[in-house]
Structure formats: structure tokens, C-alpha cells
Antibody, heavy 120, light 107 residues
Framework: EVQLQQSGPELRRPGSSVKLSCKAS????????MHWVKHRPEHGLEWIGW????????KYAQKFQSKATLTADTSSNTAYMQLSSLTSEDTATYFC?????????????WGQGVMVTVSS | DIQMTQSPASLSASLGETVTIECRAS??????LAWYQQKPGKSPQLLIY???SLHTGVPSRFSGSGSGTQYSLKINSLQSEDVASYFC?????????FGAGTKLELK
């Protein structure tokens, strides 16, 4: 059974950073792209970018180019997203989701989401 | 960026009814569109991809159609378990963008 298990909620101070994890099971992360999506109720869903865990190639939405860093550890079948220079605008739920590059970037499995709160 | 305009924002329907949700893209997205269902506290679930292909395991009462800039999701014979939020996503061009969502409730 495919599962994407994300790490627990995070509380951070403004200006700090946070690293979120997304552990895949039921498949090898090298077979799919891993995407990250931001959700704020008042702003809807925003696509952050993807990583190809097979070779480390990444693609970011321009808006998140200097905010997010996507990495992956194939030995642990886990993808990561680091968010830097946190502000209140980064308070959101973040999802990881996979797609198969050969069939189009729709997301057939999503993680459960992780809430990040940025507050002093 | 491609803007996805989804309508209606909310919808109230009766059991057994047919409902339609629409997404309009700001430019042609060549069927690069997916529909998702999200229930409170849960992660989104893929329903439709490539505008009209039913994802594995999704009930056949769900269907997608459209082309160019206009797309729709239809739910036939509404069931209680269909109460959820629905949103569209275009993956034709970067950055991928989402509709604002439709909240479906029972009348």
C-alpha cells in the first residue's frame, strides 16, 4: 500500500528555518517525482515545486525559489523540504504528493499534511 | 501564471442528485487537468486526471469532461460520502495552479 507519511506539526520563530519530511512506503521514491504543496485556507493551494529523487533534479515555482529547498534521501525513501527565513506568511499546511513523470504531473497520492506555525 | 477559476464556491444538493463543478483556465491547458476530493482533516484524493480519465478505484458516478479552457466534474447520483471539497489543478504549464475549491454539502 502506498503511503506518504509526513512529520509532525512545527512551531517556529520568525527568521528561523524548518525541515519537513515525507517518508514514502509501498514504492520506491526514485520511480516518481515528489511535489510539495502549500495550503492556507484564505489563499487556497499553491504548488511549491518537485524533486526527482533519482537524480536530485528540482523544479520550483518562481515564488518559492528562494524560500524552499527540496532534497531526497533514497536510502531512507524520504523526501524533504526546508523552508528558510520564515515569516507569518509561511504559516500553512504543507503536503507532499507524488506524480509519475511519464504520465503527467497529477498527484495520485498525497501525504497527510503538516502544519507549520510561525509565531514569535 | 495560468489562473484557474472554479465555480461554484459552494453547492448544496440532495442525495441522488447530479451536480456539476466547473473550472475555467485563463488559457488553453490541453486537458492537463485533474480533479481532487478533500474531506475535512484528510489529504486530497485524486478523482480524475487528463481531464476525463477516472483514477483507479474512484466510483463511476464521477466523471470529467472538457477541453481548451473549460472543464467540468460531474457527480451522478450524489451519495452522502461525496460531501467534501473539490478542487481542480492544471499541470499543463509551470507553475501548476489550483482552483479555489467547491464545498459540497447535502441539502
Amino acid at each position: 500500500e502506498v503511503q506518504l507519511q509526513q512529520s509532525g506539526p512545527e512551531l517556529r520563530r520568525p527568521g528561523s528555518s524548518v525541515k519537513l519530511s515525507c517518508k514514502a512506503s509501498g514504492y520506491s521514491i526514485t520511480d516518481y517525482l515528489m511535489h510539495w504543496v502549500k495550503h492556507r485556507p484564505e489563499h487556497g493551494l499553491e504548488w511549491i515545486g518537485w524533486i526527482d529523487p533519482e537524480d536530485g533534479e528540482t523544479k520550483y515555482a518562481q515564488k518559492f525559489q528562494s524560500k524552499a529547498t527540496l532534497t531526497a534521501d533514497t536510502s531512507s525513501n524520504t523526501a524533504y523540504m526546508q523552508l528558510s527565513s520564515l515569516t507569518s506568511e509561511d504559516t500553512a499546511t504543507y503536503f507532499c504528493a507524488r506524480s509519475r513523470v511519464s504520465t503527467g504531473d497529477y498527484f495520485d497520492y498525497w501525504g497527510q499534511g503538516v502544519m507549520v506555525t510561525v509565531s514569535s | 501564471d495560468i489562473q484557474m477559476t472554479q465555480s461554484p464556491a459552494s453547492l448544496s444538493a440532495s442525495l441522488g442528485e447530479t451536480v456539476t463543478i466547473e473550472c475555467r483556465a485563463s488559457e488553453d491547458i490541453y486537458n492537463g487537468l485533474a480533479w481532487y476530493q478533500q474531506k475535512p482533516g484528510k489529504s486530497p484524493q485524486l478523482l480524475i486526471y487528463n481531464a476525463n480519465s477516472l483514477h483507479t478505484g474512484v466510483p463511476s458516478r464521477f466523471s470529467g469532461s472538457g477541453s481548451g479552457t473549460q472543464y467540468s466534474l460531474k457527480i451522478n447520483s450524489l451519495q452522502s460520502e461525496d460531501v467534501a471539497s473539490y478542487f481542480c489543478q492544471q499541470y499543463y504549464n509551470y507553475p501548476y495552479t489550483f482552483g479555489a475549491g467547491t464545498k459540497l454539502e447535502l441539502k
